[in-house]
């Protein structure tokens, strides 16, 4: 892929893509950058999750010459088993595929509840800083309620899940439209600033 003068090579999915999820392959799969600086994290796609921001979020990390990958989580797509309750479940791949990164950006929606539990699951074993995405208001302080580290407020040390933190979190975009383009410099500009404090 060319951006401006700066070429990335990026190796794309086995999976065929979705029309509602914005042109993003199936669940399961890792679009994985020449080098793992950053991994951008989307619950799988279908009915419940339109995930058309990922790939203009990730375009536009790209053009900021930031090699970054793409995983589609497998169980993502919080489709319900029983009732209105929705499934989810992370594979120790996947949170493998994530540890592989300097730094995940993690894609959330609109229902507070339900991704801060997801968060919770995901943030069990991953170990690097990442910076969380979502539709819905949400503070550090949501996170570190279910043991997961912030930047500004950590759980108790026997409550935390694990090294991961999360660094920066940006709110407000908006699942299955265009992502505004104050929110993709914000995102920008909360990537290269985490990626600052690692480096």
Same mark, same amino acid.
């Given at each position: 892929?060319?951006?401006?003068?700066?070429?990335?090579?990026?190796?794309?999915?086995?999976?065929?893509?979705?029309?509602?999820?914005?042109?993003?392959?199936?669940?399961?799969?890792?679009?994985?950058?020449?080098?793992?600086?950053?991994?951008?994290?989307?619950?799988?796609?279908?009915?419940?999750?339109?995930?058309?921001?990922?790939?203009?979020?990730?375009?536009?990390?790209?053009?900021?010459?930031?090699?970054?990958?793409?995983?589609?989580?497998?169980?993502?797509?919080?489709?319900?088993?029983?009732?209105?309750?929705?499934?989810?479940?992370?594979? =120790? #791949? $996947?949170? @493998? +595929?994530?540890?592989?990164?300097?730094?995940?950006? !993690?894609?959330? *929606?609109?229902? &507070?509840?339900?991704?801060?539990?997801?968060?919770?699951?995901?943030?069990?074993?991953?170990?690097?800083?990442?910076?969380?995405?979502?539709?819905?208001?949400?503070?550090?302080?949501?996170?570190?309620?279910?043991?997961?580290?912030?930047?500004?407020?950590? =759980? #108790? $040390?026997? @409550? +935390?899940?694990?090294?991961?933190?999360?660094?920066? !979190?940006?709110? *407000?975009?908006? &699942?299955?439209?265009?992502?505004?383009?104050?929110?993709?410099?914000?995102?920008?500009?909360?990537?290269?600033?985490?990626?600052?404090?690692?480096?």
């Amino acid at each position: 892929m060319n951006f401006d003068r700066n070429t990335q090579v990026v190796d794309c999915r086995l999976g065929i893509s979705h029309g509602k999820g914005g042109s993003l392959a199936r669940a399961g799969t890792l679009s994985q950058a020449g080098k793992l600086d950053v991994v951008v994290v989307a619950m799988g796609s279908g009915r419940r999750h339109v995930t058309k921001p990922i790939c203009e979020i990730t375009y536009a990390i790209r053009r900021e010459n930031i090699q970054t990958g793409v995983l589609v989580l497998y169980a993502g797509t919080g489709y319900p088993e029983s009732g209105t309750m929705g499934s989810f479940g992370i594979d =120790p #791949k $996947e949170i @493998d +595929q994530i540890n592989m990164h300097k730094m995940a950006i !993690i894609h959330f *929606g609109n229902v &507070r509840n339900h991704f801060v539990k997801k968060a919770r699951d995901i943030f069990s074993g991953v170990r690097i800083p990442a910076v969380i995405i979502t539709q819905a208001l949400v503070d550090f302080e949501d996170f570190a309620k279910v043991g997961i580290k912030t930047r500004y407020v950590k =759980p #108790k $040390e026997k @409550d +935390q899940l694990s090294d991961g933190v999360i660094m920066n !979190i940006v709110n *407000g975009v908006t &699942r299955g439209d265009a992502a505004p383009r104050d929110k993709l410099s914000e995102i920008i500009v909360k990537v290269k600033e985490t990626l600052g404090q690692i480096q």
